[in-house]
């Protein structure tokens, strides 16, 4: 393993699942464009046991430490395998001993990215978050990646990244993350912007093209000045009516990368996720990255 004494920039949440395997993919080829060193996390739970049906298996806690050594070994080959020798990040590993979310909630402090499966060992269907993804992207200090385990291969690296803009505090962190990333990835920049969050119905005498107006100029501003900032960024604007998490479900099966604010316009400040984003991150056909505010 490849030691260093330099702060990780990317986490990696690990428990040998598929979908943890996919966050890895996924992690590797970010930590090569970031130049960013990877922390591989596998926290141990505290175990359960009613001592009045069973006692404590023999020598339990000792496997529990030998599987989270094998775990994060594989985990170590799985990043490995997805970079090239001149490219490989350093590489740390840690095993922590404590509540699952919270321990990775608080590792987060100390990195500029978190990644994690959208579900873990024992998850049934793909209808909700994972308990682990779902704490993470209410309560973790920095953005957090969401990666489905059919995410790994991007049909297309020259496919765009996919951001959606609502004018939040969140939404403004997520469009600087969101420039960045086209930025390294050399891609266009597809902003969408919807200027209604609900099922907008055709009312007799609506203005239809003032609201679209509104929608532009609300889109304009909060792009200008990144746009200046990263010329080379080519950005396709859209402006659609309303769902927003319809569309840009819909646009992420053309896109590497969906990032989102974590709550929007309609949010207040103890609302840690929207629905739109929680409705992105869960059902999003490309890896999805919410910002916090």
């Given at each position: 393993?490849?030691r260093?004494t330099?702060?990780?920039?990317i986490i990696?949440?690990?428990?040998?699942?598929?979908d943890?395997?996919?966050?890895i993919?996924?992690?590797?080829r970010e930590?090569v464009?970031?130049?960013a060193a990877?922390?591989?996390?596998?926290?141990?739970?505290?175990?359960?046991?009613?001592?009045?049906?069973?006692?404590?298996?023999?020598?339990f806690?000792?496997?529990q430490?030998?599987?989270a050594?094998?775990?994060?070994?594989?985990?170590?080959k799985?990043l490995?395998?997805?970079?090239?020798?001149?490219?490989t990040?350093d590489v740390?590993?840690?095993?922590?001993f404590?509540?699952?979310?919270?321990e990775?909630?608080d590792?987060?402090?100390?990195?500029?990215?978190?990644?994690?499966g959208?579900?873990g060992?024992?998850?049934?269907?793909r209808?909700?978050?994972?308990?682990?993804s779902?704490g993470?992207v209410h309560h973790?200090h920095?953005?957090?990646?969401?990666?489905?385990v059919n995410e790994t291969?991007?049909?297309?690296?020259s496919?765009?990244?996919?951001l959606?803009v609502?004018?939040?505090?969140?939404s403004?962190?997520?469009i600087?993350?969101?420039?960045?990333?086209?930025?390294?990835?050399?891609?266009e920049?597809?902003?969408?912007h919807?200027?209604s969050?609900?099922g907008?119905?055709?009312?007799l005498?609506?203005?239809?093209r003032?609201y679209e107006?509104?929608?532009?100029?609300?889109?304009g501003?909060?792009?200008?000045?990144?746009?200046?900032q990263?010329p080379?960024?080519?950005v396709?604007r859209r402006?659609?009516c309303?769902q927003p998490?319809?569309?840009l479900?819909?646009a992420?099966?053309?896109?590497?990368l969906v990032v989102?604010?974590s709550?929007?316009?309609g949010?207040?400040?103890g609302?840690?996720?929207?629905s739109?984003?929680?409705?992105?991150?869960?059902?999003?056909k490309?890896p999805?990255?919410v910002?916090?505010?």
């Amino acid at each position: 393993m490849v030691r260093s004494t330099i702060k990780p920039d990317i986490i990696v949440a690990v428990d040998g699942s598929p979908d943890s395997e996919a966050a890895i993919v996924w992690a590797a080829r970010e930590a090569v464009l970031r130049g960013a060193a990877v922390k591989l996390l596998h926290v141990i739970a505290p175990m359960v046991v009613d001592l009045s049906i069973s006692p404590v298996p023999e020598n339990f806690i000792e496997w529990q430490k030998d599987n989270a050594k094998q775990i994060l070994a594989q985990a170590e080959k799985t990043l490995l395998a997805n970079t090239v020798e001149e490219q490989t990040p350093d590489v740390h590993s840690e095993v922590r001993f404590g509540s699952v979310v919270g321990e990775i909630v608080d590792a987060t402090r100390q990195v500029h990215l978190a990644v994690v499966g959208s579900r873990g060992m024992g998850a049934v269907g793909r209808a909700v978050l994972g308990s682990v993804s779902s704490g993470l992207v209410h309560h973790a200090h920095c953005p957090v990646a969401v990666v489905h385990v059919n995410e790994t291969q991007p049909a297309d690296l020259s496919s765009p990244v996919l951001l959606g803009v609502d004018g939040s505090p969140a939404s403004e962190k997520a469009i600087a993350l969101a420039f960045d990333e086209a930025s390294r990835r050399g891609v266009e920049l597809v902003a969408l912007h919807a200027w209604s969050d609900v099922g907008v119905f055709p009312v007799l005498g609506m203005d239809w093209r003032r609201y679209e107006d509104e929608g532009r100029e609300v889109l304009g501003e909060r792009l200008a000045g990144w746009s200046e900032q990263y010329p080379e960024v080519r950005v396709q604007r859209r402006i659609v009516c309303d769902q927003p998490a319809r569309w840009l479900i819909d646009a992420s099966a053309d896109a590497q990368l969906v990032v989102v604010g974590s709550h929007g316009r309609g949010g207040f400040t103890g609302m840690l996720l929207g629905s739109v984003s929680g409705a992105v991150a869960q059902s999003a056909k490309a890896p999805v990255i919410v910002v916090r505010s």
